[in-house]
C-alpha cells in the first residue's frame, strides 16, 4: 500500500469516526443527520469506515464497567461526557487520529499508524482530532499544529492560529505546546492557546499549565503557573499579563459561535473575518470606535451586518463575492 493510499484510508476512517462521535453526542441535527446519510452512500469504502468505527466501539464496550464509571445513575443531562470520553477511548484504539471536514493532515506510517502528523485547518474551518494518546484538540480557522510523542513527553508546535486541547493525563508524560520560543506545560487539563503575528495567548479552563519563555541566554527565562479562569497574553513585545477572563465567552467558537461583550468594533469585525471567505471592511478603512454585544454563528457575516445595521453602528455600502465593504453609521 502506497503512503498516499494510507493517508486516504486514515481520511476515511477519521471522516467516520466524526459521525460516529456526533451521533452518540445527541447533538445531531437534521440537517447533520442528512449529510450523514448522504456521506454513507458516496461508496462501499464510506460505509465500511462507518462499520470498521463501530466495531471498535464494540470491542471496547467492557470500557464502561470499570468501577469508576459505575456507580449511582446520573440525570439524562449529564451523561454526555462520559461517552465522549469512551469514545475518545475507542478511537484511540483505532489509531483514529482525525474527525471533521476541511481538516489537511500529512504524517510518517508507522507501526500501527501514524506517529508524526501535520494538521492545517483552511478559512472557516474548524476541526477536532483525537491523538493516539487520548487527547483531544479543536482547531480553529487558518490554524497549523504539528504533534509528535517520545518516551518522555508529548509535544505539539502550534505554527499559528488557535487551538484547544483536552489533555488526557499522563503523569510519565507531559503535554506541551510550543509556540513562538515560549512552551505551555500540562500533565490533564484542558487550555487554549493561540499564537499570531508574534502575540501569544493561554486561557486556562480547568487544571492547570505552565508557561515559560526560553531567554536568548542559557538558563535564564520567565515562566508562571496559571490557575483555571486565567488568561496570559505574551506580546511580541515580550510583556507578559495575566488576567480574569469569562472562560466560556473565550472559547466560544469550539461550538461555532462568537460571543462579544462590550468588545471593541474592531475584534469584532477581526473575529467575524477569521470564518468568512468573505471579508468585512470599512470604507476609507475607518472602523467606527464602537463597542459590540451579542452573539453570532461563526462565518455569519450578514447577520453581523444585519445587526450593526439595526444598532446604527455601520451601514452596508456595497457586496462583492469577495468583500461586504462597510461605513460608520451617520
Known sequence: MTG???LERAALRSEAAHWFNLQRSGDMTIDDERLFHEWLDRSDAHRDAYRLVDRAWMIAGTIPQDPEMLGEPEPVAERRAPWRRYFAMAASLLLVVASGWGMYQMGVPGFGGVQDQHFRTGVGQTTTVTLPEGSIVTLDSETEMRVSESPRERRVDLVGGRAYFRVAADPSRPFIVHAGGKSVRAIGTAFEVSFEHGNMVVTLAEGKVRVEEAAAEPGIGSGTDMAPG???VIGADH????RRVDVAKETSWTE???IFMRDPLSEAVAEMNRYSTRKLAFKDGKIPD???VGVFEAGDVDGF???MELNDIARRVSTTDDEILLSGAE
Open 4 to 6: 498516499k493510499q494510507i
Open 230 to 232: 486565567g488568561q496570559l
Open 239 to 242: 510583556n507578559w499579563t495575566l
Open 256 to 258: 461555532g459561535r462568537l
Open 290 to 292: 464602537k463597542q459590540v
Open 305 to 307: 451586518v444585519k445587526a
